[in-house]
């Protein structure tokens, strides 16, 4: 019977159909790493999600890379740094992103893991050991032949790095993290397993093959004798992790292995209903990533035994927006309105790079980071020729609008040498192009207040009708 399905499938597979037939692939994000620096939290997931959060609980999304496969993120040297297989990307803040590439075959260059060791990063991968002190300039050290490495670790005093492939488990070792010399390799016995992860309890050395096997050994001497395996753990190993000088293992279905040597084993049940990913220790905790149905969860301990389950929410919202509408003071009894006279006035938030300007209905918006939303900042309007505007003490916490279309914020005309101040000295400016019309060489149209291609005593009277006015009489 079972050969007759699967003879079915493999004609269906043939003939195209069994995708028209559904079998939809899983398009939800695994949440793939986490780590904490800069004062926020950072996660990644692999479809190319960054998000941020203070409190490891609401979260921004602040990056989505198209078709990312992001394997892990770390924080050192002052920056974020997120891995694929191909390139890193590095941020000091978590929203701006430089990205190096470490050139466009994975098959020859791809780097699996990453870390920091406090004064260099170290990458490892299919045929590569690269290093770098800043993230952007990557020096190849030789592998001696490795490939596939597909995890390293920094004890303190040594750099080791795992993988393999096809069954020849790989192990590499340095003691500066240039110099690397084959530890040497294992499991020939054990069909095409390969290393997939290491860590060390600074006593032993686990690893997780590729297969979610487990081998612990307590001195890397060589052979596979010096290894015990520890495959009687009932579940499908996923992910592993040293912490507070023990193993921590996690299973697919919610259990958590606990050992302190790496051969005895005790399991804890969590949760069936979570289907665990990634295990990691940061920041002092330790962290499962995994997911609820399609929902990204957390559970974290600070002890390796008690556990707290976060949910995660997430917004989308980048950024909060500034927005209102703005109108000259001479148009408000006129029938019809130039767009020219609504268009084109400034709004900047002093001291930052956020401006817009209002398009022909007088309409602006600015869209400020979510990152920096906390601060108090003063919003400053301005156009040649109107008595500059300014806003204090304003929060933009939320959505701020500042007016509606029915009822703009008025600016006054008239201030032609924007010294804040409309007087005799503003008149004075025009008089140079008085009585001209467009023709004329004198004709300034800076000067043409109202637009008729001509500067005359209508352009005068409105500036006359703001005399003395200055920019504190927009408070009033
Ligand atoms: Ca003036
Ligand atoms: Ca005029």
New binding site residues.
């Given amino acids: 019977m079972k050969k007759i399905l699967l003879l079915i499938v493999a004609v269906l597979l043939i003939g195209g159909l069994l995708p028209s037939i559904g079998f939809a692939q899983d398009e939800t994000p695994n949440f793939v790493g986490i780590a904490y620096g800069n004062g926020s939290y950072i996660s990644i997931d692999d479809k190319g999600g960054i998000e941020l959060s203070s409190d490891c609980v609401q979260w921004t999304n602040t990056y989505t890379e198209p078709n990312g496969r992001f394997l892990k993120v770390i924080w050192g040297n002052n920056q974020y740094m997120v891995l694929t297989t191909t390139k890193v990307l590095i941020s000091p803040d978590g929203y701006q992103w430089t990205s190096f590439d470490f050139g466009n075959s994975e098959d020859t260059i791809g780097i699996c893991d990453i870390i920091w060791d406090g004064k260099k990063y170290i990458g490892v991968g299919y045929s590569s050991i690269i290093t770098s002190t800043d993230g952007l300039h990557w020096d190849y050290q030789d592998s001696k032949g490795a490939t596939y490495l597909n995890s390293i670790i920094y004890t303190g005093t040594e750099y080791i790095a795992a993988g393999g492939y096809m069954g020849s488990g790989r192990v590499m070792k340095s003691t500066d993290g240039y110099n690397w010399s084959e530890w040497y390799g294992l499991m020939e016995e054990y069909g095409d397993d390969s290393f997939e992860k290491l860590c060390s309890n600074g006593k032993s050395y686990l690893f997780q093959t590729s297969f979610g096997n487990l081998f612990v050994s307590d001195n890397l001497a060589g052979g596979s004798s010096s290894y015990a395996t520890s495959k009687s753990l009932a579940f499908y190993i996923h992910d592993i992790v040293s912490f507070n000088n023990q193993f921590v293992a996690i299973a697919s279905n919610g259990t958590i292995h606990y050992s302190s040597d790496g051969k005895n084993w005790s399991a804890q049940q969590l949760d069936s209903t979570y289907y665990f990913n990634k295990i990691i220790s940061s920041n002092g905790k330790l962290y499962i990533l995994g997911k609820f149905g399609s929902k990204k969860s957390i559970f974290t301990s600070t002890d390796g035994k008690v556990w707290a389950r976060i949910d995660y929410s997430v917004k989308n919202l980048l950024y909060r927006k500034i927005s209102g509408y703005i109108a000259p003071d001479f148009i408000q009894n006129q029938s019809s309105v130039n767009s020219n006279d609504l268009l084109d006035f400034n709004i900047e938030i002093v001291g930052t790079n956020f401006h817009s300007k209002t398009d022909i209905n007088g309409y602006f918006e600015i869209l400020v980071p979510y990152n920096q939303i906390d601060a108090v900042y003063s919003i400053k309007i301005s156009k040649q020729n109107y008595l500059q505007r300014v806003f204090n003490n304003m929060t933009i916490k939320s959505d701020v609008n500042l007016a509606q279309a029915d009822k703009p914020l008025t600016m006054l005309i008239g201030?032609?040498?924007?010294?804040?101040?409309?007087?005799i000295?503003?008149i004075i400016q025009i008089t140079k192009s008085f009585n001209s019309i467009v023709s004329d060489s004198r004709y300034n149209y800076t000067y043409d207040l109202n637009s008729d291609n001509a500067i005359n005593i209508a352009d005068i009277i409105m500036i006359a009708k703001n005399f003395n006015r200055t920019s504190t009489d927009y408070l009033n």
């Fill in positions: 201030d032609i040498d924007n010294n804040g101040v409309i007087n000295a503003d």
